[in-house]
């Protein structure tokens, strides 16, 4: 772990304490708020289409269609399309499992992305990794599939969770993700997870200039019955240097807000979350 990007109790309490709760657009920026549908999943499993109307009726700009979109057909795809073009919501990205990377179904995600509009096609999880040399071959593999993705007009990304922060072997297996892997390749920042595990995303974003293209605004408390269980602007994360440097140096194209549960229903916490983003950038 690089020494200027982790976080002792004491400089991360006062980071935080140090971050005001609202902070502005930077001018002329106008970055889209999204939302990734792991958020509403139960509702979704119910009714996709319902679910996606209900989601631009809050407001929300663009959503993040997660793993199991890829048991589409091509035909349903297009359906969902439709939808998202009547609503005037984009799809920029698409949450997969590693085997969607893979030579043989690569063809597939391709196919699926192009006809929602995705131009990002993400890798949520590696699954089980084993030391630095397994995350190598991680990135080996995200670099072959982002060729063949390039090639069709998209690019190739990956998510992070907390293993993605947490050393092994005295090394960040993002770092090793980062290194290996094109410039064109987004690395998408899950803040919540990675200020959870003690590493300062502000550093990671002004690392990798450019490259931050998408971040998922999800917030982290530390207490034991908060955790990822606080709707946005409730935990600890500093949003307004994330953001500033999301927005000056990482690139950003869009937001993804995220939650894995909260006190109020998926849907209800999916709207308070956005109007708590709102507030945050008035």
């Not at 005001?20 to 106008?30: E, H, I, R």
């Not at 408390?221 to 908060?226: H, R, S, T, Y």
């Amino acid at each position: 772990m690089l020494p200027h990007e982790s976080l002792s109790r004491r400089s991360f309490l006062s980071w935080v304490g140090a971050a005001p709760l609202a902070f502005a657009t930077p001018a002329g920026k106008a970055v889209p708020n999204g939302l990734e549908l792991y958020s509403v999943r139960d509702e979704l499993s119910k009714d996709l289409m319902g679910t996606v109307r209900a989601v631009a009726k809050m407001g929300y700009q663009a959503v993040e269609f997660y793993a199991p979109y890829s048991t589409w057909t091509p035909a349903y795809a297009r359906e969902v399309r439709k939808l998202l073009d009547d609503l005037g919501v984009r799809c920029n990205s698409t949450h997969n499992d590693a085997k969607s990377f893979t030579s043989e179904e690569v063809p597939h995600a391709i196919e699926l992305n192009q006809i929602i509009g995705s131009r990002y096609v993400v890798m949520a999880s590696a699954g089980r990794v084993t030391g630095l040399d397994g995350w190598k071959k991680v990135a080996d593999n995200l670099t072959e599939a982002s060729e063949r993705l390039r090639a069709a007009g998209q690019r190739g990304g990956y998510h992070n969770h907390q293993a993605e922060f947490t050393p092994v072997e005295g090394k960040r297996p993002m770092e090793i993700i980062a290194a290996n892997t094109p410039n064109d390749f987004m690395l998408q920042l899950d803040v919540g997870t990675c200020v959870q595990v003690g590493s300062d995303p502000v550093a990671w974003i002004k690392a990798n200039p450019g490259r931050i293209r998408s971040l998922h605004i999800k917030d982290w408390a530390p207490d034991a019955d908060k955790g990822y269980r606080v709707l946005v602007g409730e935990g600890v994360v500093p949003w307004v240097h994330v953001c500033e440097a999301a927005e000056s140096t990482g690139g950003v194209e869009y937001y993804l807000i995220e939650q894995e549960g909260s006190r109020f229903s998926e849907l209800e916490t999916a709207e308070k979350c956005l109007a708590a983003y709102k507030t945050l950038r008035s």
